[in-house]
């Protein structure tokens, strides 16, 4: 008996069960071999084998039979059916599972969700090194709490921990509970590391809380995409909170006009 995958999952799971036919021909001692001779040893199995059948579908069983002779071995034929059974299930498996992909890749904001989940895991891995620095995170808090116009810059050496501190002020931020928060570490992502790809995503996102209108298509040339985001930007008549750790890293010789030099205060 083998089997792969795990129970509670029965879909993803495949039992092989191997039954011996005609074996009266062999010997006590060679039947040994491949049937357990003692009975509670046996019964144990059998209960195992009872629960594998009752718990998994018809359709996650194989049971192949073998002949066993004389010689104590195994007829090889039935190789070849359990070879065919196993791959059939597996290919079933493996298209079940890319369909299952392509219909969530179609749904609706999927690149989205993508692009927000690799930089939650991002920042996740930041939170578990951050220690301290308390006037940093007052001074963030105190300007998302104002009423300044321009952006908030947090510039340090490389290695200074900016992004871990980042990381801490957009967790005690989503805490507060004031306004939507929006974040990307630019590199944290394929998609972040470009610009145009960055900030149609900032946009796209503000789209779906409601706080932009997502144009219709995003301009080809660089200046005119350039403005159109920072029109869109500007625009801006809700609380948010956008958080952009490294934009300086961004592939683009255009990069920092992207961001308005004033930002919009509902």
Same mark, same amino acid.
């Given at each position: 008996?083998?089997?792969?995958?795990?129970?509670?999952?029965?879909?993803?799971?495949?039992?092989?069960?191997?039954?011996?036919?005609?074996?009266?021909?062999?010997?006590?001692?060679?039947?040994?071999?491949?049937?357990?001779?003692?009975?509670?040893?046996?019964?144990?199995?059998?209960?195992?084998?009872?629960?594998?059948?009752? &718990?998994?579908?018809?359709?996650?069983?194989?049971?192949?039979?073998?002949?066993? #002779?004389?010689?104590?071995?195994?007829?090889?034929?039935? /190789?070849?059916?359990?070879?065919?059974?196993?791959?059939?299930?597996?290919?079933?498996?493996?298209?079940?599972?890319?369909?299952?992909?392509?219909?969530?890749?179609?749904?609706?904001?999927?690149?989205?969700?993508?692009?927000?989940?690799?930089?939650?895991?991002?920042?996740?891995?930041?939170?578990?090194?951050?220690?301290?620095?308390?006037?940093? /995170?007052?001074?963030?808090?105190?300007?998302?709490? #104002?009423?300044? &116009?321009?952006?908030?810059?947090?510039?340090?050496? $490389?290695?200074?921990?900016?992004?871990?501190?980042?990381?801490?002020?957009?967790?005690? @931020?989503?805490?507060?509970?004031?306004?939507?928060?929006?974040?990307?570490?630019? #590199?944290?992502?394929?998609?972040?590391?470009?610009?145009?790809? /960055?900030?149609? $995503?900032?946009?796209? !996102?503000? @789209?779906?809380?409601?706080?932009?209108?997502?144009?219709?298509?995003?301009?080809?040339? @660089?200046?005119?995409?350039? !403005?159109?985001?920072?029109?869109?930007?500007?625009?801006?008549?809700?609380?948010?909170?956008?958080?952009?750790?490294?934009? &300086?890293?961004?592939?683009?010789?255009?990069?920092?006009?992207?961001?308005?030099?004033?930002?919009?205060? @509902?």
């Amino acid at each position: 008996m083998g089997s792969a995958g795990n129970v509670a999952a029965p879909r993803e799971a495949i039992a092989v069960m191997r039954e011996l036919v005609d074996s009266t021909s062999a010997p006590p001692e060679l039947m040994s071999r491949f049937v357990e001779q003692d009975g509670n040893r046996k019964q144990r199995l059998d209960g195992i084998k009872e629960r594998i059948r009752r &718990d998994l579908p018809t359709a996650c069983m194989i049971t192949v039979k073998a002949f066993l #002779g004389a010689d104590g071995r195994l007829d090889q034929a039935y /190789l070849g059916h359990f070879t065919e059974q196993v791959t059939s299930k597996l290919k079933a498996a493996i298209d079940r599972h890319i369909a299952a992909i392509e219909q969530i890749e179609q749904g609706p904001n999927f690149a989205l969700k993508r692009e927000q989940a690799e930089h939650q895991q991002f920042r996740a891995q930041k939170l578990k090194v951050f220690v301290g620095r308390k006037s940093n /995170l007052d001074a963030i808090k105190s300007y998302i709490g #104002g009423s300044a &116009d321009h952006p908030l810059v947090l510039y340090g050496s $490389s290695g200074a921990a900016k992004s871990a501190l980042i990381a801490r002020a957009i967790a005690d @931020a989503e805490a507060a509970g004031d306004a939507p928060v929006i974040y990307r570490f630019v #590199g944290a992502s394929a998609a972040s590391s470009n610009f145009r790809s /960055l900030f149609v $995503s900032l946009i796209e !996102e503000l @789209a779906l809380f409601g706080h932009v209108q997502k144009p219709e298509a995003f301009e080809d040339d @660089a200046n005119k995409f350039t !403005e159109q985001i920072k029109s869109a930007l500007s625009s801006v008549s809700k609380p948010v909170v956008i958080f952009l750790d490294a934009l &300086d890293q961004s592939a683009s010789p255009i990069a920092p006009a992207g961001s308005p030099r004033s930002c919009p205060r @509902a």
